[in-house]
């Protein structure tokens, strides 16, 4: 199938935003130029008034499959994507049963290939047994640690353990960077409040940087490649700006930059979060840090539960919320009201995530290229409505925000997956490949 895309103003590999056109044939991008060829065959897209990127690539998900399906599943949650722009996702391993072995992974690439409408890469999950298989599973993205905030298997918080992962293979290492000790010494601290708010205490700024500074200890230690996974305070980035490798790599969410504190007002445990919720001047020094490129790119971590759930009292109440529909919408709004620009919102959620994770021919509109792309009108405000969610859990933090940047249109391996406001359910994405 070819595809002609004209009149859109295109976002180009030199960061620069000018009015282009763009061929597809199969699922690869073949032309970009002022005119491109057009036969009678093409389907044609008019994206007069349109802006196109490169495909999202979130590069932090929690899909729920297999185990939790009641929360979200690999269709769902794909459908979602596709209504948000993200056309390739790296989900993460603490599903029911764990990824933590090659059958694990080769039943979430199964499903994966049955089910999502848009590309999928998967991460192994270390534990304190499985130490013999993390370099060897394949295909996978990297290895994730949960150095805190986490219990059973996948909570790996003791040095020696960490130590010997780090020295082992060459993969990349993503850590999600909260010191256990500490949060289990808070908890007895803050024991039998129920305020939801009380969580951003609990799981402090100290407890963050903690683990952040173990991980980049152990990563200088034997110059492994480390990923830190969602940093929340002000205090790594100050951090991380005098003591960052350039072998390792960074990320923050939507949430953290948009969010603070005073959510646990408005919405309750829907704003609980690991690592919590931080403060107007965490917010601050996130941009600043994701501005100046000590922070790296941009992930949801979207991690859906039932309103049910959520209802229940703290510390019943799970952390974690949706984010695949809004995460682009979000930071283009955020590009329109002049506090970052496209070109940079394409940078931290397309380009900088393709090369960390060595995914080949992803991130940019160029020949060659595969044809993941989304079309996004930048003149429009819409809200986010809770009606016209797909991810199954069905509410966004966001929701009521007036936002700019909804794509109309998105396009993954060559083929339309989401126009006019419905997900084309035919699509099958493809397992993603990774350079290590």
């Known amino acids: 199938m070819a595809i ?59 899909f729920r499959e297999p185990g939790l399906e009641h929360k979200e599943d690999l269709f769902t949650a794909s459908c979602a994507c596709a209504k948000g722009g993200v056309t390739s996702f790296l989900e993460m391993p603490n599903t029911r049963p764990l990824t933590i072995d090659q059958t694990s992974l080769d039943d979430k690439l199964a499903r994966a ?9 998967f991460f192994i999950g270390a534990t304190k047994d499985n130490l013999a ?37 060459d ?50 230690k034997y110059q492994r490649r480390l990923h830190i996974l969602h940093l929340s305070t002000g205090i790594e980035v100050d951090f991380l700006r005098e003591n960052k490798p350039p072998w390792v790599t960074t990320e923050v969410t939507p949430q953290h930059l948009l969010l603070t504190t005073a959510a646990y007002e408005t919405i309750g445990s829907l704003a609980q979060m690991n690592p919590p919720l931080r403060t107007e001047l965490d917010n601050q020094k996130l941009w600043q840090g ?27 109440s799970p952390s974690g919320m949706p984010g695949v529909e809004t995460s682009l919408p979000l930071m283009l709004t955020q590009a329109m009201a002049g ?27 160029m020949p060659g290229y595969d044809a993941d792309l989304v079309l996004v009108d930048l003149q429009t405000y819409r809200p986010v409505l809770r009606e016209e969610l797909l991810t199954k859990c069905g509410w966004s933090p966001f929701e009521g925000w007036s936002l ?24 099958r994405g493809r397992a993603l490949t990774f350079g290590q």
């Open 171 to 220: 993969r990349l290492i993503a850590v999600h960077a909260e010191d256990q000790g500490r949060i289990q010494a808070r908890r007895q601290e803050f024991a039998g409040i129920t305020d939801v708010a009380v969580h951003s205490q609990i799981q402090d700024d100290i407890a963050a940087l903690n683990a952040t500074q173990l991980a980049v200890k152990l990563s200088r």
């Open 4 to 62: 002609a895309i004209q009149h859109a103003v295109i976002c180009t590999p030199e960061g620069e935003l000018r009015q282009q056109e763009v061929r597809l044939e199969g699922d690869r991008i073949v032309e970009v130029a002022d005119r491109v060829t057009v036969t009678a065959e093409d389907t044609v897209i008019d994206a007069t008034g349109l802006t196109l990127l490169p495909g999202v690539i979130d590069p932090q998900v929690h």
């Open 133 to 169: 298989v993390l370099n060897s599973v394949k295909p996978v993205c990297g290895i994730k640690i949960f150095m805190g905030s986490m219990h059973g298997p996948l909570l790996v918080d003791e040095e020696p353990i960490l130590d010997r992962i780090f020295s082992e293979g």
């Open 290 to 316: 994701l501005l100046d490129g000590v922070i790296d790119f941009i992930a949801t971590d979207h991690a859906p539960h039932t309103l049910t759930e959520k209802a229940q009292p703290y510390p019943q």
């Open 339 to 365: 506090r970052c620009s496209v070109p940079q919102v394409v940078r931290w959620m397309a380009t900088a995530p393709a090369a960390a994770y060595q995914i080949p021919r992803k991130g940019q509109i």
């Open 113 to 121: 290939a049955a089910k999502s409408v848009v590309n999928y890469g």
């Open 404 to 427: 700019t940047g909804w794509p109309v249109v998105t396009i993954v391996n060559g083929e339309i997956v989401f126009r006019q406001g419905k997900v084309n359910t035919a699509v």
